[in-house]
């Protein structure tokens, strides 16, 4: 059985690999569950902390200005020469075209995940309505049962739709959250797997997907774009804060 | 040399390849060396090194791990060509926090902060989790260290960052040889 202190240095080692030793532990330790959501705080921080702004106008910049490779003089120089020019040519154009790219990349919606969770909003426009009416706790039960987790409703905050939804081929958990700035919608998508926190704004939604070390990831989405990353965090932690996963 | 068709496909493939790629690679060459300009200069002439050696990557799943190892040692050639100068990590902080605010909120600073303070030997397998993914095997591959050693180098990076962040570490194992 494993004690205290190696479960609390294996989650600081690795948060994102829960073993099930670990996950009996945990489940068993008040101590170190509430460590555990320390921890887990504290790693999507460093998640997004890692993922630094770049240098995008300089970047563009240095990428179409590839050094060229030194020029031979002689007859059987001019060939090498010819050669080296064709070839620092290709290489600086893949060099130009990896920056210039590398800017595009940035740009662009670059997450299928992220692309499925904006079009199944879509699907359930009554989900955005602006209400103070809550869900009651026993179809609260029931949608999290589905997918086989608890969710207190005292941590959670004023949940108003709570609907077990087909996504990528399983029942998620959709709820929404009224925030006092408007809704948040919220999928806990427990079949997905991110390592990372990853941004997106698509289609007028905004939103990060954040990882769950052992429970897949949360998309959390809104459409009010005066609605701050940090804000989001928010509200995501205190969702993950409020579940309990039973299976 | 006449370039065919095959070739121009498999150049543009893995030009897409790279394109991908290279944002978090050139993350990983900042936080390595902590210096923007450093980094450029690295993750260019990689990737001007990988567009040459291209037939050698056989499969394109390991293209992360092949560039980053290509990274690591353009990287190292930096300090083999020329003298760099020893800089103060405070002087360097301060050169660079500007570039890590990125308009963002003060606690993101903060952390970067502290990631910068970490000796290589805990920031690199640090980054290589967090950023890019790898599991500890891998980094283990990468920097020629046993499993073992990489979860030390781990915990021993995150208790540090907490430190440097204030965070309550009361609750967290000492570190007397985990």
């Known amino acids: ?247 | 040399m006449r370039t065919g068709i095959g070739e121009n496909q498999k150049h543009a493939r893995f030009q897409a390849l790279c394109q991908s790629l290279r944002p978090d690679l050139l993350r990983f060459a900042l936080w390595l060396s902590r210096d923007r300009s450093v980094a450029e200069d690295v993750v260019q002439e990689a990737l001007l090194r990988a567009w040459k050696a291209q037939d050698a990557l056989l499969d394109e799943k390991a293209a992360k791990p092949w560039l980053l190892t290509i990274i690591r040692r353009e990287y190292a050639r930096t300090f083999e060509r020329k003298r760099v100068p020893t800089v103060d990590v405070d002087d360097l902080i301060a050169s660079e926090e500007p570039a890590l605010a990125g308009g963002e909120d003060p606690d993101l600073v903060e952390l970067r902060l502290a990631i910068y303070r970490l000796p290589l030997e805990y920031r690199e397998p640090l980054v290589l989790q967090v950023l890019m993914g790898f599991s500890t095997a891998e980094i283990g591959q990468q920097l020629g260290l046993t499993t073992a050693a990489v979860l030390t180098r781990l915990f021993r990076a995150r208790r540090q960052l907490r430190v440097l962040c204030g965070e309550d570490v009361s609750q967290d194992p000492e570190d007397d040889g985990l």
């Not at chain 1, 919606?109 to 009554?126: F, I, Q, T």
């Not at chain 1, 077990?164 to 079949?191: A, I």
Request: aromatic share 4%; hydrophobic share 45%; glycine share 6%.
């Open chain 1, 1 to 247: 059985m494993m004690d205290c202190k190696h479960y609390r240095a294996a989650l600081l080692a690795d948060p994102a690999a829960v073993t099930a030793e670990m996950r009996d532990h945990g489940s068993g330790c008040a101590a170190c569950a509430q460590f555990t959501q320390r921890i887990q705080a504290f790693e999507a921080r460093l998640q997004r902390a890692v993922r630094l702004p770049l240098p995008e106008a300089r970047d563009a910049g240095r990428g179409a200005s590839v050094s060229p490779l030194p020029i031979a003089a002689s007859a059987s120089g001019r060939r090498v020469a010819s050669r080296t020019l064709r070839w620092t040519a290709l290489a600086a154009s893949f060099i130009a075209a990896i920056s210039v790219g590398g800017l595009l990349w940035l740009a662009v919606p670059r997450s299928s995940l992220a692309g499925d969770v904006v079009n199944h909003m879509a699907e359930e426009p009554e989900a955005w309505r602006r209400t103070t009416a809550v869900v009651s706790p026993a179809a609260l039960d029931a949608v999290m049962q589905d997918a086989h987790m608890h969710l207190s409703a005292a941590t959670a905050g004023l949940v108003s739709y709570a609907s077990s939804c087909g996504f990528r081929g399983h029942q998620v958990p959709h709820l929404v959250v009224q925030d006092p700035s408007g809704p948040v919608t919220v999928m806990v998508l427990v079949h997905e797997s991110a390592r990372s926190p990853d941004d997106f704004d698509e289609q007028g939604y905004r939103g990060e997907i954040l990882p769950v070390p052992g429970h897949g990831a949360i998309a959390i989405l809104t459409r009010n774009q005066r609605l701050d990353a940090a804000a989001l965090d928010r509200i995501a932690l205190q969702l993950r804060a409020a579940i309990r996963w039973t299976n």
